[in-house]
């Protein structure tokens, strides 16, 4: 069934639009019907998913006088169809009259003259006033009238010459191209509700929104939950009359934030979350996120042995971190001379290079190296419960809690460190609480307004560009510069190709350990090593190496169980300088993370496309 319909007066013009459509618009529908039909017609093909209409201007008007869900699209009436009606019925030299329902050429005047016509407008409110506009123009000195199939009929009752005006092809390609640009902008629009709706449907949290009338525009599953109100009982009704405790009027009214509240719902705890909708600057509703408390301990007791399972230990010292290269001496050097301070520290690097460890190393050369040192994913978190592990809450906030509440992490870390790694994929709700804790030195617990000190040292961590997230506002600028007071980058293991053999014998006696026997690469099987680009770092390699080690049947490991244990990684070509080899790798993993875009890539490596081409020609890399 098409989603567009065409509605014409007559055969004549069906079968010219059909062929005329055809080719351009397959899937338009056309059918004839007068004014008073258009309608019942529409009806008709709406229980059949019908979504544009489009008709001559009384049709039209019909239709939306119906009130029925549809887009209505008027046919255009050009002057070219004028002319053409004037050419084919010659009537040069002749007095006109157009007279059509609410609608006006303009520009009629500029061509009357070179035909040697006289074309006066006539424009009619309703399909009534026909008849008197027809006698009125003729009483005027109109000898022929123009006009659409009504106005043609008419002056054939009372038989005044006529000349019917057709829409022409550029009429009707014009409105069907903005037929298809309505349907297609629906068909976009019930794409964003729907996905609106599932997310509302299969969120953790109930969602309550609420527009500037403080009327409940949205109540999802989870709220009805919560509350025990049903979605049809809450929807366009007062949000005070449903959840007077909800106080979000007042959020609409003063254009603030209002977190971590909690109210009852009959027995229940329910944590609040109120935010004001801006539009144009001004507050348009509000929007109120629920949790059950009972629900946050629940989570919260679930995962939090993964977090607190390292303990609050630090085990890795500079001695620890493997490495004779430039890069990595340099690192380690610009490492402790940040240890000796006590400022905030970014530390950026790729996935497996050691940012932890770094981290560890920086707190046990430091003066809190007898204090704590807590790490904590902040990735690993959803941003209720990542809150909640941050700053704390005080006891009786959940159903069920401690009395005595829980301590956050940075009470934990009170004089020690805390390293708060994967930085970058913290909420932006968070993002503004750290950077009040970094500013005041403070925390106060999630349900307290008590401000408790700490005195904690803080290093982030991430393998994001947060210069660019801020720049795509995912992150906060004002937070960024208090966490980046001093900054340490970590190189990627492939510039530091002298240390891949020192961690590969590392590995290898680590094995050691366990089964008394101390596996060795051959030489060819470390320069393997040492040509693979290793996206994932010093992690990556681990793996490789404990995985040749659990392959191999002797205690020498060769290049060619090495190859065999390679998923599928490619290496550089022997016969290349190692700045070359260093290049072809690069070029290789960036096509990866492009997907065999060559426009991208040459964009993430900062030449412009043919270089990049050349290259790949070159040295026959592979995507």
């Known amino acids: 069934m098409s989603k567009i319909l065409f509605i014409l007066p007559d055969e004549e013009l069906l079968q010219y639009a059909r062929e005329t459509l055809t080719t351009v618009f397959p899937d338009v529908e056309v059918v004839t019907a007068i004014a008073g039909e258009g309608a019942a017609i529409v009806r008709k093909h709406l229980r059949r998913g019908l979504e544009v209409v489009a008709a001559r201007t009384v049709t039209a008007a019909a239709i939306r006088q119906a009130g029925l869900d549809v887009a209505v699209v008027e046919i255009p009436r050009t002057s070219f169809d004028i002319l053409r009606a004037i050419d084919k019925a010659n009537l040069k030299g002749k007095r006109l009259a157009f007279i059509s329902y609410s609608e006006k050429i303009w520009g009629i005047e500029l061509f009357s003259e070179a035909l040697g016509v006289t074309i006066q407008q006539y424009t009619v409110s309703y399909k009534t006033d026909y008849e008197a506009e027809i006698l009125a123009a003729c009483a005027a000195g109109a000898e022929v009238i123009l006009g659409g199939f009504t106005v043609v009929k008419t002056a054939e009752r009372h038989n005044i010459p006529n000349a019917l005006i057709r829409v022409g092809k550029e009429s009707l390609l014009q409105a069907a191209s903005?037929?298809?640009?309505?349907?297609?902008?629906?068909?976009?629009?019930?794409?964003?509700?729907?996905?609106?709706?599932?997310?509302?449907?299969?969120?953790?949290?109930?969602?309550?929104?609420?527009?500037?009338?403080?009327?409940?525009?949205?109540?999802?599953?989870?709220?009805?939950?919560y509350t025990g109100i049903d979605k049809a009982a809450a929807i366009g009704r007062p949000v005070s009359a449903i959840l007077p405790q909800l106080?979000?009027?007042?959020?609409?009214?003063?254009?603030?934030?209002?977190?971590?509240?909690?109210?009852?719902?009959?027995?229940v705890k329910i944590m609040c979350n109120k935010v004001p909708i801006i539009v144009n600057k001004k507050p348009y509703g509000a929007v109120a996120t629920l949790q059950e408390t009972g629900k946050i301990q629940e989570m919260e007791a679930k995962i939090r042995r993964q977090i607190y399972a390292r303990g609050h230990i630090a085990k890795f010292y500079f001695k620890d971190i493997i490495g004779q290269s430039p890069v990595i001496v340099k690192a380690i050097e610009i490492a402790r001379d940040f240890a000796a301070t006590d400022y905030s520290l970014l530390v950026l690097g790729e996935t497996g290079t050691g940012k932890e460890v770094f981290a560890q190393s920086i707190h046990n050369a430091s003066k809190r190296a007898q204090g704590p040192f807590v790490a904590i994913n902040c990735a690993a978190l959803p941003a209720q419960l990542l809150e909640s592990e941050l700053f704390g809450y005080v006891g009786g906030a959940f159903t069920g809690a401690n009395k005595e509440g829980k301590p956050g992490l940075f009470e934990v870390a009170h004089g020690g460190t805390i390293l708060l790694d994967e930085i970058a994929e913290m909420d932006y709700v968070n993002q503004g609480r750290l950077l009040r804790v970094l500013q005041e030195k403070t925390v106060v617990r999630l349900g307290s307004h008590k401000v408790i000190p700490i005195d904690v040292r803080v290093i982030a961590a991430t393998n994001k560009d947060l210069e660019l997230l801020i720049r795509e506002n995912k992150f906060r600028d004002d937070l960024y510069?208090?966490?980046?007071?001093?900054?340490?980058?970590?190189?990627?293991?492939?510039?530091?190709?002298?240390?891949?053999r020192l961690y590969a014998e590392a590995f290898c006696r680590e094995t050691?350990?366990?089964?008394?026997?101390?596996?060795k690469f051959s030489s060819d099987a470390l320069r393997?090593?040492?040509?693979?680009?290793?996206?994932?770092?010093?992690?990556?390699?681990?793996?490789?190496?404990?995985?040749?080690?659990?392959?191999?049947?002797?205690?020498?490991?060769?290049?060619?169980?090495?190859?065999?244990?390679?998923p599928q990684q490619k290496t550089a070509p022997l016969g290349f300088s190692p700045?070359?080899?260093?290049?072809?790798?690069?070029?290789?993993?960036?096509?990866?993370?492009?997907?065999?875009?060559?426009?991208?890539?040459?964009?993430?490596?900062?030449?412009?496309?043919?270089?990049?081409?050349?290259?790949?020609?070159?040295?026959?890399?592979?995507?």
Do not use: C
Request: charge should be positive; avoid cysteine.
């Open 247 to 267: 106080n979000l009027e007042k959020v609409v009214e003063t254009g603030a934030d209002d977190l971590h509240s909690i109210i009852e719902v009959g027995k």
């Open 178 to 225: 903005e037929a298809k640009h309505i349907q297609e902008t629906l068909e976009f629009e019930a794409a964003k509700r729907d996905i609106f709706n599932t997310i509302l449907d299969y969120s953790y949290e109930g969602i309550i929104t609420i527009d500037q009338n403080y009327q409940i525009t949205t109540f999802n599953p989870l709220a009805q939950k």
């Open 512 to 519: 050691a350990v366990h089964s008394g026997v101390t596996p």
């Open 579 to 623: 700045k070359e080899q260093r290049m072809i790798s690069e070029i290789r993993e960036t096509l990866k993370t492009a997907r065999g875009n060559y426009t991208a890539a040459a964009r993430l490596l900062g030449v412009n496309r043919s270089t990049l081409w050349r290259r790949i020609k070159k040295y026959r890399i592979e995507g």
């Open 481 to 500: 510069y208090r966490l980046n007071v001093l900054n340490l980058e970590l190189p990627p293991l492939r510039s530091r190709k002298p240390d891949i």
């Open 528 to 566: 393997i090593l040492e040509r693979h680009s290793w996206p994932g770092n010093i992690r990556e390699l681990k793996n490789i190496v404990e995985r040749t080690i659990a392959t191999a049947k002797t205690v020498t490991i060769t290049s060619d169980l090495l190859q065999k244990i390679f």
